[in-house]
């Protein structure tokens, strides 16, 4: 809200009357907030399917989330830009118009000399007939020419004042302007001050300068840089950067054109010491600033013609929208979203694209406050346990989802009411039946009317005495991690899977103790950090049987607790592990890797294990095997599709709790 500035005095906020527009002072305060569920979401995917987390922050960005548009479209607007910018003009309109108006000259003058009956005027015609075909050569020739018509003369004077001022207009921002209909004292006291800023660059070049010297030769010339630099180095960096662009746009001309213009610059106001002047500018400009784009073209192929000042301007915008793209791909060492120039965006795209970048930014300073990746013990990024937590949340809100579509299990959506009470409480949500917890839920009102809410009772106090069954599991997910589950799309489903049941575990069961198993040439116990991170790699091998080792490992350790085993794999075993500890490849199967496999069947039978295979895909080998498999340990076979996987395990999970 905002005092309207067209009110006459008197009439503003202290009157009471308002006016309301767009906030215009960076992002909208009253914008909704960042939904940092959506983004950590979509970072956890892109971490599951393989990709770094670095990388993923990076695809973020450019994607962008929701409504909140990312860098490629940033970027596809600035191409555009830079294409239309191209499309539209060309850079010869300042010989064009010197064509033109030497042709205006010659035209003019022929007629006054046809007028004539003498022989000077048929040798002055002559003269003319012989001028050289390049603008350049005609214009150097007719610098001592005694013009008869003053329409001709005035045209080839326009001429040299043309290129003074364009020449100026190159280098010094509105030139151009300034210098037109210049005096001979005007160009005079702009020769001077462009011997005077070289004498100053020497002397910086050589380290003699001082700040002195600089304050005077700003004090004698300062109106002509508006841009009020401060020091040598900022006005050593204003010239510099134009410059460049006026090489650029020399570079971008052809070979004739170039050489058109370089000759036809020692005619500037008629004096070629101002071209000098300016030659000896440039090289020095770029004896300081190397760095600087020297070399650098652009390609313009439109109808509209640009003037040399003009064409440096346009180099410069193409300059500044080159740097504009190298921030947006952000794909250099270290790229940040606050390396953007946010002025130069908004100058050359708008402003809404300086919010869109802004928000993009805070969205970034967020994410990382939020503590989303954290350094693993080798120094690589990992997802935190806070973002694992988030992603499990989602994945189980997912699964449930997909649960109370099928069969509506209300088990899937809270702890057991019939259950023990845990000793914890929580907030209460809808299709809760659970007792309230009364002297928590009082406290919850109290301490709301504390902070000046005069509403007795609210749904936001109530909470609700958390049960569970009696009986602890102890869990272990085995899950398959061979190249076949990367090739046929199953690897990023089961890691969603693994986190629904670690979060359904960690925040409805605590009791339980899951343990993550996951086995392709070898088994290995793992974190759910080190499974979400995990990249596909090729390797032959499915050492189902070094997988139930340690999964029955993990019962023994839990010996008081019911076991529960869950194996999802898209293959039949087709390794074991040897007494050495070496793993053996074979296939098919050889039938001493089918012989282990089934002996450590055997010992999770003799434990009493609930074990469940959960077969991906349509294999009629591993069909016969794990059925096999559910007949000597009592166990089951189930056969999801990839989207059902998640919801299978974690209903597998819960009735095994149940049958327990």
Request: proline share 5%.
């Amino acid at each position: 809200m905002a005092a309207d500035p067209t009110e006459p005095e008197g009439q503003g906020p202290a009157s009471g009357r308002y006016s309301y527009g767009r906030y215009y002072d960076g992002p909208d305060p009253l914008a909704p907030p960042f939904d940092l569920r959506e983004a950590m979401d979509e970072l956890g995917r892109d971490v599951m399917e393989g990709t770094s987390p670095r990388r993923a922050m990076q695809e973020l960005m450019r994607r962008g989330m929701g409504e909140q548009r990312g860098l490629d479209d940033l970027m596809r607007r600035l191409n555009e830009q830079r294409s239309r910018l191209q499309r539209e003009h060309r850079l010869d309109g300042t010989l064009q118009e010197v064509r033109e108006l030497l042709e205006q000259a010659l035209e003019a003058e022929r007629n006054s000399l046809q007028a004539e009956d003498s022989d000077d005027a048929r040798f002055r015609e002559m003269q003319l007939d012989a001028l050289p075909p390049s603008p350049a050569g005609a214009v150097r020739e007719l610098e001592d020419y005694d013009w008869r018509n003053a329409e001709a003369r005035q045209a080839y004077e326009q001429i040299r004042d043309l290129l003074g001022r364009e020449a100026l207009d190159q280098r010094f921002q509105g030139m151009k302007q300034a210098m037109e209909n210049a005096t001979p004292e005007d160009v005079d006291a702009v020769r001077e001050m462009i011997s005077d800023l070289n004498d100053l660059l020497e002397a910086h070049g050589r380290g003699e300068d001082t700040a002195q010297q600089f304050h005077e030769f700003m004090d004698k010339h300062g109106q002509y840089f508006p841009e009020n630099p401060q020091n040598t180095d900022e006005l050593i960096d204003l010239l510099a950067e134009r410059s460049a662009a006026a090489q650029r746009m020399m570079n971008s001309l052809s070979a004739e054109q170039r050489a058109e213009l370089e000759g036809l610059m020692q005619q500037a106001f008629g004096d070629p010491r101002l071209a000098e002047q300016l030659g000896r500018l440039d090289q020095q400009l770029q004896g300081l600033r190397p760095g600087e784009d020297w070399q650098g073209r652009g390609r313009f192929r439109g109808e509209d013609p640009l003037g040399m000042g003009e064409a440096t301007r346009a180099m410069e915008q193409l300059g500044q929208m080159d740097a504009l793209a190298e921030q947006l791909s952000q794909s250099y060492p270290g790229a940040r979203m606050e390396d953007i120039d946010l002025e130069a965006l908004e100058a050359t795209l708008g402003e809404q694209a300086r919010v869109d970048a802004q928000r993009l930014a805070e969205l970034q300073r967020e994410l990382e406050r939020q503590g989303v990746f954290q350094r693993a013990a080798d120094g690589s990024l990992m997802l935190s346990p806070k973002a694992l937590r988030q992603l499990g949340q989602s994945s189980l809100r997912d699964v449930v989802g997909s649960l109370s579509t099928r069969r509506g299990e209300r088990e899937t959506q809270r702890s057991g009411a019939a259950g023990e009470a845990t000793g914890a409480t929580r907030p209460w949500s809808f299709g809760d039946t659970e007792q309230w917890d009364v002297p928590r839920t009082l406290l919850n009102a109290e301490m709301r009317h504390a902070s000046g809410d005069p509403r007795a009772l609210d749904v936001t106090d109530v909470e609700i005495v958390e049960t569970e069954q009696r009986t602890r599991a102890a869990v272990a997910l085995c899950v398959d991690t061979s190249w076949s589950m990367v090739a046929d799309g199953r690897w990023v489903p089961m890691k969603r899977t693994a986190l629904a049941l670690h979060h359904l575990v960690s925040t409805r069961f605590r009791g339980d103790d899951l343990q993550l198993i996951t086995f392709g040439r070898h088994a290995k116990e793992v974190e759910l950090g080190e499974l979400t991170a995990l990249e596909g790699a090729w390797e032959q091998g499915t050492n189902l049987h070094h997988a139930l080792l340690l999964a029955g490992r993990h019962l023994r350790r839990n010996a008081d607790a019911a076991p529960v085993v869950l194996v999802v794999t898209d293959g039949e075993p087709t390794a074991h592990l040897e007494p050495d500890g070496h793993a053996l490849f074979d296939y098919p199967p050889s039938p001493e890797t089918l012989r282990a496999t089934l002996g450590e069947v055997d010992a999770l039978a003799r434990l009493n294990a609930a074990l469940t295979v959960f077969m991906l895909g349509e294999d009629p080998r591993l069909e016969a095997f794990v059925d096999l498999v559910a007949r000597r340990a009592g166990g089951r076979v189930v056969n999801p599709d990839l989207d059902g996987l998640g919801a299978a395990v974690v209903s597998d999970y819960l009735a095994s709790r149940r049958r327990r």
